[in-house]
């Protein structure tokens, strides 16, 4: 039988060894789901492909590629940084993960950055993935990537709120179907694949508030129309950002 | 270091209007192991899980390690293995070994571990994969991989088959020589007479009986056999001394208290000749600490 050194020799590990073990066990979590893969990489993919290719949409004067890149980029950040998220997380506080996470030395706080550091990971690969296939499609960014990351960013900070206020409230079978049925809500009704232009005029405005809408519209200002930065967007999400989590740190329950 | 290593006083817990536990009193040394048996509901796990700081008190006080349950150092000393889940279904095996081994300074490590408890066939497999007796191993190799100075073990032996079972009877005697406090419950009262050097009976929430196993059996001596159900008792205890006691539990199984010496085995075997039954399996026998636990607790389910 191994001799194994029972003596007690208690302590913590730096906090960065703990979270990036957290997040490495994150990431791998995310690309071995089937269902999360589908949501995170092939649906966005098959639209940008699909929508691209057949002139499906009415997008106005602009190429549709150009049109759709943005509206995909915002669709991959919302399907891990929510859709994944909220259904994850879910399922690990009914599972009794987050409990018995608990009671190890990684802090709430360590476990919430793994989560987020495995969401920038996941959502990095995406972007790489659909830029790539954008690019190869013909597509003509009218500015910087580097102008887009202020909007990627706090649409993941937005997302993630509203994500981890469902997971934390709601049952994890509820989670799933809403988190679900949010996300379709915000593929047909946030300029993802269709501008926002399809829809009546007071009915547009209210649809601009949305994180989805404020996400593409931003990344379309950018990346589209070539603006520097559009403040009304971010200013959008931020709000989303502030009252989600503010919501979620109140009311989460880990177990 | 003077602080036992669990002080519970008085504690109280209610699910709504349920009164789960009642103003219940235990202590646990440091580097002892400390078995809490009780019957299904008896608020074992909700005593436990508030001194793991999952669940809150709604009253008396617990110390744990000298600390208040929710403070963030103990963490890092205290080993937790949870009644049942905790694992993402999807992890494999080793890997949530290693990713909980890498919680902590100075950690087991995890191959070894595994082998000590039988799970290197299993590494790879996911968890909702393994058997139950499988995935209560991991839980127990998880709790301990910390090298924590304490372990809270929740029903460790649940479910394992008798292999599993001794060997995590081994793993906790070794904490134990090792210097590691055990607090663990278990249904199993021969798991509790072996493992524990003190053990703290619970019923409705209160602590019906304490003591070192041999201290709660006591040194009274029993005369046991099996025979046809119904015997009339009450024939043969006007033969026996005063003072004896003779009663059928469950039926069949005939239990007789008292002075047993050679003299009151002769008159339970010549009754029985008498009778024309013939005792199986006669044995004179200490209390077990089943029979105490029955005793205190009745025959009633929970
Ligand atoms: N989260 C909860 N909400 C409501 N009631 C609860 C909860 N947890 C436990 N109870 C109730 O409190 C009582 C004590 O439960 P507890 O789990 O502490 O018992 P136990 O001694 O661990 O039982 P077992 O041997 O079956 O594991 C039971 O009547 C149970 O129904
Ligand atoms: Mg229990």
Same mark, same amino acid.
């Given at each position: 039988?191994?001799?194994?050194?029972?003596?007690?020799?208690?302590?913590?590990?730096?906090?960065?060894?703990?979270?990036?073990?957290?997040?490495?066990?994150?990431?791998?979590?995310?690309?071995?789901?089937?269902?999360?893969?589908?949501?995170?990489?092939?649906?966005?993919?098959?639209?940008?492909?699909?929508?691209?290719?057949?002139?499906?949409?009415?997008?106005?004067?602009?190429?549709?590629?150009?049109?759709?890149?943005?509206?995909?980029?915002?669709?991959?950040?919302?399907?891990?940084?929510?859709?994944?998220?909220?259904?994850?997380?879910?399922?690990?506080?009914?599972?009794?993960? $987050?409990?018995?996470?608990?009671?190890?030395? &990684?802090?709430?706080?360590?476990? #919430?950055?793994?989560?987020? *550091? /495995? !969401? +920038? %990971?996941?959502?990095?690969?995406?972007?790489?993935?659909?830029?790539?296939?954008?690019?190869?499609?013909?597509?003509?960014?009218?500015?910087?990537?580097?102008?887009?990351?202020?909007?990627?960013?706090?649409?993941?900070?937005?997302?993630?709120?509203?994500?981890?206020?469902?997971?934390?409230?709601?049952?994890?079978?509820?989670?799933?179907?809403?988190?679900?049925?949010?996300?379709?809500?915000?593929?047909?009704?946030?300029?993802?694949?269709?501008?926002?232009?399809?829809?009546?005029?007071?009915?547009?405005?209210?649809?601009?508030?949305?994180?989805?809408?404020? $996400?593409?519209?931003?990344?379309?200002?950018? &990346?589209?129309?070539?603006?520097? #930065?559009?403040?009304?967007? *971010? /200013? !959008? +999400? %931020?709000?989303?950002?502030?009252?989600?989590?503010?919501?979620?740190?109140?009311?989460?329950?880990?177990? | 270091?003077?602080?036992?290593?669990?002080?519970?006083?008085?504690?109280?817990?209610?699910?709504?209007?349920?009164?789960?536990?009642?103003?219940?009193?235990?202590?646990?040394?440091?580097?002892?192991?400390?078995?809490?048996?009780?019957?299904?509901?008896?608020?074992?796990?909700?005593?436990?899980?508030?001194?793991?700081?999952?669940?809150?008190?709604?009253?008396?006080?617990?110390?744990?390690?000298?600390?208040?349950?929710?403070?963030?150092?103990?963490?890092?000393?205290?080993?937790?293995?949870?009644?049942?889940?905790?694992?993402?279904?999807?992890?494999?095996?080793?890997?949530?070994?290693?990713?909980?081994?890498?919680?902590?300074?100075?950690?087991?490590?995890?191959?070894?571990?595994?082998?000590?408890?039988?799970?290197?066939?299993?590494?790879?497999?996911?968890?909702?994969?393994?058997?139950?007796?499988?995935?209560?191993?991991?839980?127990?190799?998880?709790?301990?991989?910390?090298?924590?100075?304490?372990?809270?073990?929740?029903?460790?032996?649940?479910?394992?088959?008798?292999?599993?079972?001794?060997?995590?009877?081994?793993?906790?005697?070794?904490?134990?020589?090792?210097?590691?406090?055990?607090?663990?419950?278990?249904?199993?009262?021969?798991?509790?007479?072996?493992?524990?050097?003190?053990?703290?009976?619970?019923?409705?929430?209160?602590?019906?009986?304490?003591?070192?196993?041999?201290?709660?059996?006591?040194?009274?001596?029993?005369?046991?056999?099996?025979?046809?159900?119904?015997?009339?008792?009450?024939?043969?205890?006007?033969?026996?001394?005063?003072?004896?006691?003779?009663?059928?539990?469950?039926?069949?199984?005939?239990?007789?208290?008292?002075?047993?010496?050679?003299?009151?085995?002769?008159?339970?075997?010549?009754?029985?000749?008498?009778?024309?039954?013939?005792?199986?399996?006669?044995?004179?026998?200490?209390?077990?600490?089943?029979?105490?636990?029955?005793?205190?607790?009745?025959?009633?389910?929970?």
């Amino acid at each position: 039988m191994t001799a194994l050194d029972l003596t007690p020799a208690p302590g913590a590990a730096p906090l960065g060894r703990m979270v990036a073990a957290q997040a490495g066990a994150e990431i791998r979590a995310i690309l071995r789901n089937g269902e999360q893969l589908l949501l995170t990489l092939i649906i966005p993919v098959l639209l940008l492909v699909g929508f691209s290719l057949a002139p499906l949409v009415d997008v106005g004067q602009a190429r549709r590629i150009d049109f759709l890149t943005p509206g995909v980029l915002a669709l991959a950040i919302m399907s891990t940084a929510f859709t994944g998220q909220a259904i994850a997380t879910g399922f690990e506080r009914r599972y009794g993960v $987050l409990k018995r996470l608990g009671a190890t030395p &990684l802090s709430r706080a360590g476990l #919430l950055l793994a989560k987020t *550091l /495995a !969401v +920038l %990971a996941v959502e990095l690969l995406q972007i790489v993935v659909i830029v790539g296939v954008a690019l190869a499609l013909g597509w003509r960014p009218a500015g910087s990537l580097l102008a887009a990351v202020p909007y990627l960013l706090l649409g993941t900070a937005a997302f993630s709120g509203l994500g981890l206020l469902m997971a934390g409230v709601l049952r994890a079978e509820a989670t799933l179907a809403a988190a679900n049925l949010v996300y379709l809500v915000l593929l047909g009704c946030g300029g993802v694949v269709f501008p926002l232009s399809v829809f009546p005029g007071g009915v547009e405005s209210v649809l601009e508030l949305l994180p989805i809408s404020a $996400l593409t519209g931003g990344l379309r200002a950018v &990346l589209m129309d070539g603006e520097g #930065l559009a403040l009304g967007p *971010l /200013a !959008v +999400l %931020a709000a989303w950002t502030v009252v989600t989590l503010g919501l979620a740190a109140r009311t989460f329950r880990w177990e | 270091m003077d602080s036992p290593a669990v002080e519970v006083i008085d504690l109280v817990k209610r699910y709504g209007g349920a009164t789960a536990v009642d103003g219940l009193t235990l202590s646990a040394a440091r580097g002892a192991v400390t078995a809490i048996l009780g019957p299904n509901g008896a608020g074992k796990t909700s005593t436990i899980e508030i001194c793991e700081g999952f669940r809150e008190a709604d009253g008396g006080t617990v110390r744990v390690l000298g600390l208040p349950p929710s403070d963030g150092s103990l963490r890092a000393r205290v080993g937790v293995m949870l009644q049942a889940g905790g694992v993402p279904p999807a992890v494999r095996c080793g890997e949530w070994l290693r990713l909980v081994s890498r919680f902590y300074a100075r950690p087991l490590a995890p191959d070894a571990l595994m082998a000590r408890l039988g799970l290197t066939d299993h590494a790879r497999t996911p968890y909702r994969r393994l058997s139950g007796g499988q995935q209560q191993r991991l839980s127990l190799a998880a709790a301990v991989i910390g090298r924590p100075e304490l372990v809270f073990l929740d029903e460790p032996t649940a479910g394992l088959d008798p292999q599993a079972r001794h060997a995590c009877w081994d793993l906790v005697a070794d904490l134990r020589t090792a210097g590691v406090g055990v607090v663990l419950t278990t249904h199993h009262m021969d798991e509790a007479e072996r493992l524990a050097d003190h053990v703290v009976i619970i019923d409705r929430g209160r602590v019906v009986a304490e003591g070192s196993p041999a201290s709660l059996t006591g040194a009274e001596r029993q005369l046991r056999f099996r025979a046809r159900p119904g015997l009339a008792l009450e024939e043969l205890l006007t033969a026996l001394p005063t003072g004896s006691a003779a009663k059928e539990s469950p039926a069949g199984h005939y239990i007789i208290e008292g002075q047993v010496d050679p003299e009151l085995l002769a008159t339970v075997t010549a009754w029985c000749a008498a009778e024309g039954v013939t005792a199986d399996d006669l044995s004179i026998e200490r209390r077990t600490l089943e029979d105490v636990f029955l005793e205190l607790t009745g025959r009633e389910l929970r």
